[in-house]
Antibody, heavy 119, light 105 residues
Framework: EEQLVESGGGLVKPGGSLRLSCAAS????????MSWVRQSPVKGLEWVAR??????????EYAAPVKGRFTISRDDSENTLYLQMNSLKTEDTAVYYC??????????WGQGTLVIVSS | EMVMTQSPATLSVSPGERATLSCRAS??????LAWYQQKPGQAPRLLIY???TRATGIPARFSGSGSGTEFTLTISSLQSEDFAVYFC????????FGPGTKVDI
């Protein structure tokens, strides 16, 4: 069974940092294009970042609101996806989902991890 | 700037009835459109990709249609487990979600 399990969320002050992890199992992670998607009551569902498989070049892309502050990476030997979040802002408060892409759509979703940015 | 809109915001229907949900893109996305279902406390679940292809395990009562800028998700006969929020998502350009349609009783 395909599974994505996020961890690393929590409460952080504005300007702080947090690293999210996502452990994948049940599918061929090394071939998967992976993304982070967040959801908040204010902004709804919002794509955050994507990393392609190494076979496809391993390139990364970021949504404008997080570019320069967030870094997506992957460890294919550990079947794990990461999101390093720096210079966090209150508007980054959301549930963060790890997702595996299927021809651009989001086939597999984790259960989500809550990030709260507040003083 | 691309904008995704969904209508109606809330759709009140009875079990067994047909539900028709709309999604509009401000510019053409071809057939690069997906639909998701989300229930309270759960992650979204992929229903439809490529505008009209059902994901694995999705019942045949769910169907998608459209291309370009106008898309429709139809639930032919609502079951109790179908009451949820439905989102559309275009992946032709930078990924972008619609605001959702809540289907309730």
């Amino acid at each position: 069974e395909e599974q994505l399990v996020e961890s690393g969320g929590g409460l952080v002050k504005p300007g702080g940092s947090l690293r999210l992890s996502c452990a994948a199992s049940g599918f061929t992670f090394i071939n998967a294009w992976m993304s982070w998607v967040r959801q908040s009551p204010v902004k709804g569902l919002e794509w955050v970042a994507r990393i392609k498989s190494k076979g496809a070049g391993g390139t990364t892309e970021y949504a404008a609101p997080v570019k320069g502050r967030f870094t997506i990476s992957r460890d294919d030997s550990e079947n794990t996806l990461y999101l390093q979040m720096n210079s966090l802002k209150t508007e980054d408060t959301a549930v963060y989902y790890c997702v595996a892409e299927y021809y651009g759509s989001y086939l597999y979703w984790g259960q989500g991890t809550l990030v709260i940015v507040s003083s | 700037e691309m904008v995704m809109t969904q209508s109606p915001a809330t759709l009140s229907v009875s079990p067994g009835e047909r539900a028709t949900l709309s999604c509009r893109a401000s510019q053409s996305v071809g057939s690069n459109l997906a639909w998701y279902q989300q229930k309270p406390g759960q992650a979204p679940r992929l229903l439809i990709y490529g505008a009209s292809t059902r994901a694995t395990g999705i019942p045949a009562r769910f169907s998608g249609s459209g291309s370009g800028t106008e898309f429709t998700l139809t639930i032919s006969s609502l079951q109790s487990e179908d009451f949820a929020v439905y989102f559309c998502h275009q992946y032709n350009n930078w990924p972008l979600f619609g605001p959702g349609t809540k289907v309730d009783i």
